[in-house]
């Protein structure tokens, strides 16, 4: 099956319908809905399939404007026009179609029949006049950085400034598929057990870190052995490196019953790892009642503890006791651009503007927290983001005016590239294919 195509579950719907429902997905993005929301609305039994379809249009989202521009100059209404956008993406690259080109075609105009009968004769024209003219006209958008690449121009020109030698290699990974990496609880197996358990149940995969395997295919999470049990649990790569660099190892780990703030915990992935590893006493927070409740789910599935409370982390005085922390992990809000392969929606909802915004809360929350954290204790900040205004440029601005902090071995910048793009080092780093992420561990000058 093409990795692009919907799932079986949803083979049995019409196309044109999925196409209609990728359209609603496309045209809510565009007004500045995340995907996740908008695919949430979409009825339950197409949503595999339309998830899929929008996905692919998401990656291919700034080739289709630059094409539906070339073939009609003038804006169609809202809805049309997210028709022939999901179209275009689709359709464009012809190796990469999920179905035939003329399928396609036919089956948007019968979408736009169902929904806008009004513009049917215009949606066959735009898009019969781009299959006899597809190679001149993708050519022509070939000039277009935003086509070429698909990202915003603001986007590119930060990847540019930020990474001259992998701006370019960092564009075509977010057009690829991530790949799915489990976590395994290390209290109940090790990566090398648990693939004999997915062996059994007809799957395959790869040990990639100390806790991590990595499958050679996607499955619904239903399929993987032990996972309601809490055996084992979806994680990036990258994001598994969190809880072992705060933990630490030998006569640097973290006594028992160290006391750990859990800043910005959801959806507590990060949370349930750290107490995988170490019996601890751990605060988890975050500022979204909704979103710290799925922390408490994902602990219950592991059948670990930890303190959960819903406040804002740049107010200690919301959830502190007065009693200092031995360390903190802050997953800091960022522009989730090191997860672009996972989100693609994400860089046509961001704004340049954002970046800013997003790394002043960063400072604040950092500013606010390291008061909490007792002498000799350490921090660690990350991000999933591959900007260096979150990344390496706020930690450096962090260490200039905060002399009473050090810098640990840390893996940096780790880009989402196979080679990683970085002299970055990390627990059990190797080679596998991992999201974007930037880790800093500093250390509090003892008294």
Request: aromatic residues 6%.
């Amino acid at each position: 099956m093409n990795p692009t195509s919907p799932p079986p579950s949803s083979a049995s719907l019409p196309l044109s319908r999925l196409l209609a429902h990728t359209a609603d997905a496309v045209r809510a993005v565009r007004a500045g809905q995340s995907l996740t929301d908008a695919l949430a609305a979409c009825p339950a039994e197409a949503r595999a399939g339309t998830q899929a379809l929008s996905f692919q249009v998401m990656r291919s989202l700034g080739r289709a404007r630059a094409l539906r521009q070339q073939l009609a100059r003038r804006d169609p209404p809202p809805w049309v026009d997210a028709l022939l956008l999901s179209a275009l993406a689709l359709v464009w690259d012809a190796q990469a179609a999920p179905y035939a080109e003329h399928t396609l075609v036919d089956q948007a105009v019968e979408a736009a029949k169902q929904r806008e009968r009004a513009h049917v004769a215009f949606v066959n024209a735009v898009l019969r006049r781009f299959l006899r003219e597809r190679e001149a006209l993708v050519q022509r958008t070939d000039a277009d950085p935003v086509a070429r690449w698909n990202h915003p121009s603001w986007w590119l020109r930060r990847l540019w400034r930020d990474w001259p030698q992998h701006w370019q290699a960092l564009c075509e990974a977010a057009g690829e598929h991530p790949p799915m990496t489990l976590r395994v609880h290390a209290r109940r197996g090790t990566p090398e057990a648990y693939l004999e358990r997915l062996r059994a149940a007809g799957l395959a995969g790869r040990a990639v870190g100390p806790y991590a395997v990595q499958l050679d295919e996607p499955v619904p999470v239903q399929r993987l052995p032990g996972f309601e049990a809490g055996d084992v649990s979806v994680q990036d790569l990258a994001a598994q490196w969190a809880a072992p660099l705060l933990v630490g190892a030998g006569d640097d780990a973290l006594p028992t019953g160290a006391r750990v703030l859990d800043a910005c915990a959801a959806p507590g992935g990060k949370t349930a790892h750290l107490l995988e590893l170490a019996d601890l006493d751990v605060l988890a927070l975050d500022s979204d009642p909704a979103r710290l409740a799925r922390v408490g789910q994902t602990l219950g599935r592991i059948g670990l503890h930890a303190e959960l409370k819903a406040a804002d982390a740049r107010q200690p005085d919301a959830f502190w006791d007065g009693r200092p922390f031995d360390a903190i992990l802050l997953d800091a809000p960022c522009s989730a651009s090191g997860v672009v392969r996972r989100h693609p929606d994400v860089r046509w909802l961001r704004r340049d503007s954002d970046i800013e915004q997003l790394a002043a809360v960063q400072r604040d929350i950092l500013h606010a927290l390291w008061p909490l954290l007792r002498p000799g204790g350490r921090l660690l900040y990350c991000t999933c983001s591959v900007f260096r205004a979150e990344g390496q440029q706020q930690i450096d601005a962090f260490l200039q005016r905060t002399p009473e902090a050090r810098l640990l071995p840390s893996p940096g910048h780790a880009l989402p590239l196979p080679d990683n793009g970085a002299a970055a080092t990390a627990p059990g780093q190797g080679t596998a294919a991992h999201d974007g992420f930037y880790y800093a561990l500093l250390r509090k000058r003892p008294d």
